[in-house]
């Protein structure tokens, strides 16, 4: 406005180039000149663009903020527009550089600024605290700023290098040793472990974890609330999840750059290792990764040993182990004392509670401590320092399960006694069978004992009590089946053995087999020469002997009343084994025989005589079937060398002979079959069933390829029908002129009718035609006067199925 009012000066802006033209008179033009150099020198301005992180951090802090500082220090004004994101900082060309170049090194960081992100996940309000007091105090001590990132659950911390490092480390310590509340679903069966003597609360209680019981106020369910360090609550819920018949699920945390190397599950060592153990294997990426290995508890266990190996060969000197006993474990190391171990050495180390180790992972970030070879090496000096530290104010001693009720005595007064004297805490694990002796610096007499001291006393004060108390306990076998003697009548034998020992007991364990001998020392020992010398006394007197019978049941006999009579005559015991397989003929000993050596070989002589007769009895009857067999086999002969014969006669005769033979036949046999009796039918003599069944078996007879025994009933003339229907003859018609010797095939048998064809006079009225009677066709071939119907011998025939006529 100056220069064109009063300088009358006009201005015009290229676009394009961002210049000026001044128009005018040429003294007024290069006085604006001058003007205008004056105020961009004075007003020199650069544009800086942030990230929507970084836009809290400069103004944070109100007047002690970097906006302000910063412009005090150049003299320069700082403007933040927060919907570009960009800061303009305006004034003096030298002033406007040297803030921009500060402005940089506090958000990217420089030699003499670091600039560090660490994860906080879930912690957020630990790390804050109460109304920011946490952060601020964190500032103030080590004098760097701390910028709360929600978009990645981290904090950014700038300042000077070496304040850096002691803050970070400070805020992970916090993290480590923050105490976690979480609350867990559980049943009923759960909840009746968890009484105040349960074994599942003293279980949750070795692992630094404190469990409650509470009520859901909203669905009125108990809840547990498990309280403690973040990997041990995890621990915890495991445990719970695997007694609920879930599966354990393990991860093993590692850094990005670690998993990478590892590859993918379905390498050929991955398959190897989930088929050996039978587990599931994931890769989990991301900050929060690792392997994660799930199955039952056996098979992670075993596992996770065969990934342990895998991890020393693929990742060289980068990872190591350090194994360790589930109660040190426990108990010797905190979150906070891992973290101060591994910022010492440069390794993340953790926990594995299934197979109770210590894992280290030398990271390339901390490559500046040493190679990994080192870095793994001081770490496991420190902890072997820290467990030396630990176990001169802590002590786990086991013992055996009966001590415990001796330990803490009545409502406790023994244990708490304990207690006072040595200056010391005492917990007792039953699940482990472990007494652990802590030395606590509150006790009366630090002043006087050092805390070695004061465990040491506490282990003499315990280990006397124990060994004051002591049962001792002596398990020895007894002689089979020697139960009943060993006792007594009445207790008889066992008391005599007792006689004149003090403290001591004889209990029958596993079946009356073996027996246990408990109390005092010199009593057990005593107690133990005696028994000892019984069973030596009673191996002596009686026997065991095993044989074979041929005939188990001649041993037993009707209802066991021989083999009873032989335990109760002599005094012994016989017990049959099952040791033929089901063939009965295996060699093996299939009877017992316990008693007396006397009586024993008494009763194997009677077996033994019992079985020779038994044996004479049965060679007896193989004897006689045997001839019998050789009888009938020497008939059948007999009869096939006839039958042959008469089929012979038979082929010699000539058509004549065939003819005078049907004749003869014809005159011979009456119109009805033999045995029909009377003027009455021979089909109204079988019902519609029956007939069925006769034609049946009719046709299996001549269907079958076996020649029928030449004895049996009609075998001749089965045989004969059979033989010739290979005759030219086709199923269904009536063959004439077959040449057989028809009284020999009938053989006397009125059940079996002769054969068709055979000079039979059919009614002629009913000449060839056919008529079915219950399934079989009945074939008239005669044409004759009525009086044979009125004689009511109707020379019919019907027509089987089988292939064969059948005369009615």
């Known amino acids: 406005a100056k220069i064109m009012d009063e300088m009358k000066v006009r201005i015009d802006v290229v676009q394009e180039s961002k210049d000026v033209k001044l128009r005018g008179e040429k003294e007024k033009v290069e006085e604006a000149e001058k003007v205008i150099a004056a105020f961009l020198e004075d007003n020199y301005m650069e544009v800086f663009q942030l990230s929507q992180e970084d836009v809290g951090v400069l103004v944070s802090g109100k007047e002690s903020s970097i906006n302000k500082l910063l412009s005090a220090k150049h003299s320069v004004e700082i403007f933040l527009k927060r919907e570009q994101n960009t800061l303009n900082i305006r004034g003096k060309k030298p002033g406007v550089t040297a803030c921009l170049a500060d402005l940089k090194k506090e958000i990217f960081g420089s030699d003499d600024i670091a600039v560090t992100d660490l994860k906080i996940g879930d912690s957020k309000g630990t790390v804050i605290g109460k109304g920011g007091s946490q ?93 403690g360090y973040a990997d041990d609550v995890d621990e915890v819920k495991r445990m719970l999840d695997e007694s609920a018949g879930k599966p354990l699920k393990v991860k093993v945390k590692m850094e990005g750059e670690t998993l990478r190397k590892i590859g993918d599950v379905g390498m050929p060592h991955w398959s190897r290792i989930k088929e050996r153990c039978n587990v599931k294997l994931d890769i989990e990426r991301g900050d929060s990764g690792g392997l994660v290995v799930s199955g039952k508890r056996v098979g992670v266990a075993d596992a996770l040993l065969q990934v342990y190996g895998y991890f020393g060969f693929s990742l060289s000197e980068e990872f190591g182990t350090f194994e360790l006993d589930a109660s040190t474990l426990a108990r010797c190391f905190t979150p906070g004392d891992l973290v101060i171990i591994g910022d010492a050495s440069g390794v993340k180390i953790s926990k594995d509670y299934t197979t109770s180790q210590l894992l280290l992972f030398a990271t390339s970030e ?18 072997s320092e820290k467990i030396g530290e630990w176990s001169k104010m802590n002590f786990v001693m086991n013992v055996e399960r009966w001590c415990f009720s001796v330990l803490v005595g009545k409502k406790g007064a023994t244990i708490n006694g304990i207690r006072d004297e040595a200056g010391v805490e005492i917990d007792v694990d039953q699940s482990s069978s472990t007494v652990t002796i802590k030395a606590s ?23 006397k009590l124990i060994e004051d108390n002591r049962v001792y306990s002596e398990i020895l076998d007894l002689p089979e089946d020697s139960q009943g003697t060993f006792i007594g009548k009445g207790g008889a034998n066992i008391k005599a053995i007792q006689e004149g020992l003090t403290d001591v007991s004889f209990d029958l364990i596993e079946g009356g087999t073996k027996v246990e001998i408990k109390g005092a020392k010199e009593s057990v020992v005593a107690g133990r020469e005696r028994v000892e010398a019984w069973c030596e006394e009673y191996e002596a007197k009686n026997a065991t002997l095993e044989m074979r019978v041929v005939s ?32 009965g003929d295996s060699e093996l000993p299939n009877v017992v025989i316990r008693g007396e050596r006397g009586s024993v070989e008494k009763v194997k002589v009677l077996i033994d005589a019992m079985m020779v007769q038994e044996e004479e009895r049965l060679d007896q009857r193989r004897k006689e079937w045997n001839e019998q067999k050789e009888r009938e086999r020497e008939e059948y002969k007999e009869k096939q060398a006839k039958g042959e014969e008469k089929k012979k006669e038979g082929e010699d005769d000539d058509d004549d002979e065939e003819e005078e033979g049907r004749k003869t036949v014809e005159s011979q046999y009456a119109a009805v079959p033999v045995g029909a009796g009377g003027n009455s039918s021979y089909a109204s003599t079988l019902s519609k069933a029956a007939r069925k069944r006769l034609n049946k078996k009719n046709r299996a007879l001549v269907d ?90 109707e020379n019919n025939y019907f027509v089987s199925r089988s292939g064969f006529s059948v005369r009615m």
Do not use: W
Not at 161 to 190: F, G, H, R
Not at 441 to 454: L, V
């Open 552 to 583: 188990v049941g001649i041993l037993v006999g009707p209802k066991g009343e021989t083999i009873r009579g032989l335990e109760n005559e002599n005094g012994v015991k016989i017990q049959v084994l099952k040791n033929d397989g089901g063939d």
């Open 366 to 383: 901390s490559s500046e401590k040493g190679s990994c070879e080192e870095r793994l090496a001081k770490a496991k000096d420190l902890v």
């Open 135 to 227: 952060i601020k105090e964190f500032e103030k001590t080590h004098s760097v700023r701390i910028q709360l990132l929600d978009s990645t659950s981290c904090i950014r911390v700038r300042g000077p290098p070496p304040n850096v490092a002691a803050a970070l480390k400070a805020v992970t310590l916090l993290i480590a040793n923050q105490k976690i509340s979480v609350n867990v679903p559980v049943n009923e069966s759960t909840l009746k472990n968890l009484g105040h003597k349960g074994q599942l609360t003293k279980a949750i209680l070795n692992k630094n974890v404190t469990p409650s019981v509470k009520t859901d106020s909203e669905s009125g369910d108990k809840i547990l609330r498990l309280r």
């Open 704 to 793: 079958s390829s076996k020649p029928l025994d030449p004895g049996e009933k009609g075998g001749d003339l089965l045989n004969f029908l059979k033989s010739s229907k290979d005759d030219g003859r086709v199923e269904g018609e009536v063959i004439v002129g077959a040449k057989a010797d028809i009284p020999s095939m009938l053989n006397s048998d009125p059940a079996v009718p002769p054969p068709p064809g055979l000079g039979f006079t059919p009614n002629s009225k009913e000449k060839g035609k056919k008529k079915k009677y219950g399934g079989i066709e009945k074939v008239v071939e005669n044409e004759n006067n009525d009086e044979n119907d009125s004689d009511g011998d």
């Open 441 to 463: 610096s509150s006790a009366a007499q630090e002043g006087e004992m050092s805390g070695e001291e004061r465990i040491n006393k506490a282990k003499s004060i315990i280990d």
